[in-house]
C-alpha cells in the first residue's frame, strides 16, 4: 500500500480551521492592518508635530550600548560635517518604511510610545527633500540620545575637509590666507616687475589675500551663510 504525500497547504488549511472560519480569519487580518495602519500614520503625525522637552522612558537593560550618544558627542560630528541636529518637525525629507518599523519595534519591545525625536542630516535636507544619511534619535535624558534609524545615502568621504573652512571664523581665515598663498605662488616671475623680490611677493599676497576675502565675504552675506558652530542646532538659520 503506497502512503499518501503530504500536501502542506491542506495541512495549514486544516491547522487554520481550529481558530476560525475563513470569514473570521479574513476579518482578524483586516482589524490587526488596520490597526498598524493608524499606528503607521500617528507615529508619521508625531514626527512632523510639535515636540516636548521630555525625555523617553526606555529600559535600559533592553538598549544598544551602540546606539547610545550623549550631546557632546553630537555637537562635535554636526560641526565637523556641517550637520543639522533639530526636532523632526523641521525635516522636508520623507521617513523609509525601515524607520517606521523600526520605531514601532521599539515601542514594543520597551511598551513605550515615543512622542519626541530628534534628526541628524545636511542643512538642505531641512530645506529640500534630499537623502544624505539622516539618523533618527529620541532623547534619554541628562544630554543623551538614543539612535533609532539611519538610512540614506552616506556622506562624502571628504565632506568634514570640504567643510573645514566653515567651522569657524578663525578656520575660515586661515582658508583664505592659504588660498591667497597659493594664488599668490601662482603668479609667473616678472609679471608687475623684471626681477621681483620679497616686499613685492608681499605686496601680490595681500593684493590676493584682499580680493578672496571679498569674494567671500561677499558669497557668505549674499547666501546667508553662517559657521558651524551657530548652526549645527540652530532651528531658524536654514541656509546650507
Known amino acids: 500500500m503506497l502512503l499518501q504525500r503530504t500536501n502542506i497547504q491542506e495541512k495549514l488549511l486544516k491547522e487554520r480551521s481550529k481558530v476560525g472560519t475563513g ?20 507615529i508619521i503625525d508625531t514626527l512632523k508635530g510639535v515636540h516636548n522637552e521630555e525625555s523617553t522612558s526606555f529600559d535600559i537593560d533592553l538598549l544598544d550600548k551602540d546606539r547610545i550618544f550623549h550631546s557632546k ?9 556641517r550637520l543639522r541636529f533639530l526636532d523632526t518637525k523641521y525635516f522636508k525629507g520623507k521617513y523609509p518604511q525601515s524607520a517606521i518599523d523600526e520605531i514601532k519595534y521599539l515601542e514594543n519591545k520597551h511598551r513605550i510610545s515615543i512622542s519626541n525625536f530628534k534628526i541628524i542630516a545636511p542643512s538642505k535636507m531641512f530645506v529640500l527633500e534630499k537623502a544624505d ?14 539612535l533609532i534609524h539611519k538610512w540614506g545615502n552616506d556622506l562624502h568621504p ?29 603668479i609667473p616671475d616678472g609679471l608687475f616687475t623684471k626681477e621681483q623680490n620679497f616686499s613685492q611677493y608681499i605686496m601680490v599676497f595681500f ?12 558669497y557668505g552675506f549674499a547666501l546667508g551663510k553662517n559657521f558651524n558652530t551657530a548652526i549645527w542646532n540652530s532651528k531658524y538659520d536654514k541656509t546650507r
Not at 29 to 42: A, P, Q, S, T, Y
Not at 136 to 141: D, E
Open 23 to 42: 470569514d473570521d480569519i479574513l476579518a482578524q487580518v483586516r482589524h490587526i492592518f488596520e490597526e498598524d495602519r493608524l499606528r503607521e500614520k500617528g
Open 73 to 81: 558627542q553630537i555637537q562635535k560630528i554636526c560641526i565637523n560635517y
Open 133 to 146: 544619511d539622516p539618523l533618527l534619535f529620541a532623547p534619554m535624558g541628562n544630554g543623551y540620545f538614543y
Open 158 to 186: 571628504l565632506r568634514k575637509l570640504l567643510m573645514w573652512p566653515y567651522k569657524s571664523f578663525e578656520n575660515l581665515i586661515v582658508y583664505i590666507i592659504l588660498l591667497s598663498i597659493l594664488a599668490t605662488a601662482l
Open 207 to 218: 593684493f590676493m589675500f584682499k580680493s578672496i576675502a571679498a569674494v567671500v565675504l561677499f
